[in-house]
T-cell receptor, first 107, second 109 residues
Framework: DMKVTQMPRYLIKRMGENVLLECGQDMSHETMYWYRQDPGLGLQLIYISYDVDSNSEGDIPKGYRVSRKKREHFSLILDSAKTNQTSVYFC??????FGPGTRLTVL | GQQVQQSPASLVLQEGENAELQCNFSTSLNSMQWFYQRPGGSLVSLFYNPSGTKHSGRLTSTTVIKERRSSLHISSSQTTDSGTYLCALATGGNNKLTFGQGTVLSVIP
């Protein structure tokens, strides 16, 4: 069963705190993605990972970093979160399979 | 300028009516996809369609690359079809997806 998982599904943080969003896939896809979705802005690409330790900035990488130490696992890290990073974050495995999303609120 | 433009932005149908959603793109592409997103939900890939016509149940996708357009036809709409339909282009060698702004479809009984 092809699946992309994301944890946590909902998260509330205070400004300045660190945030870790996690994504997993069971399809052995090499390429994984992190997007954020905001009303009026649509889906925007944050980072792409082409395989373990092979990551590339997307369109809006500022304020984010990523880690991929295993092919099946891709993390998005916000060091010192800001209120404008409140959003819904989606992970994708290959171009076709999206996770359920993480709704992040930064107060 | 915007690479992917979808129209209409929103659409209200009576159950049973047909819908035609459009996606126009301004660059060459590697692939074109149509996704469905329920409010508050994730994206589900409906079609991966570099060119030509594909069918899936009541859905038909047609992409004409030389005219830089793709359409999604929904026949005999149902209330469960309500949601947002997104088209997305993969361009260049890095397989990066660029999304349109989406069409919000509401099907009323």
């Amino acid at each position: 069963d092809m699946k992309v998982t994301q944890m946590p599904r909902y998260l509330i943080k205070r400004m300045g705190e660190n945030v870790l969003l996690e994504c997993g896939q069971d399809m052995s896809h090499e390429t994984m993605y992190w997007y954020r979705q905001d009303p009026g802005l649509g889906l925007q690409l944050i980072y792409i990972s082409y395989d373990v330790d092979s990551n590339s900035e997307g369109d809006i990488p500022k304020g984010y970093r990523v880690s991929r130490k295993k092919r099946e696992h891709f993390s998005l890290i916000l060091d010192s979160a800001k209120t404008n990073q409140t959003s819904v974050y989606f992970c994708a495995s290959s171009l076709r399979y999206f996770g359920p999303g993480t709704r992040l609120t930064v107060l | 300028g915007q690479q992917v433009q979808q129209s209409p932005a929103s659409l209200v149908l009576q159950e049973g009516e047909n819908a035609e959603l459009q996606c126009n793109f301004s660059t060459s592409l590697n692939s074109m996809q149509w996704f469905y997103q329920r409010p508050g939900g994730s994206l589900v890939s409906l079609f991966y369609n570099p060119s030509g016509t594909k069918h899936s149940g009541r859905l038909t996708s047609t992409t004409v690359i030389k005219e830089r357009r793709s359409s999604l036809h929904i026949s005999s709409s149902q209330t469960t079809d309500s949601g947002t339909y997104l088209c997305a282009l993969a361009t260049g060698g890095n397989n990066k997806l660029t999304f349109g702004q989406g069409t919000v479809l509401s099907v009323i009984p």
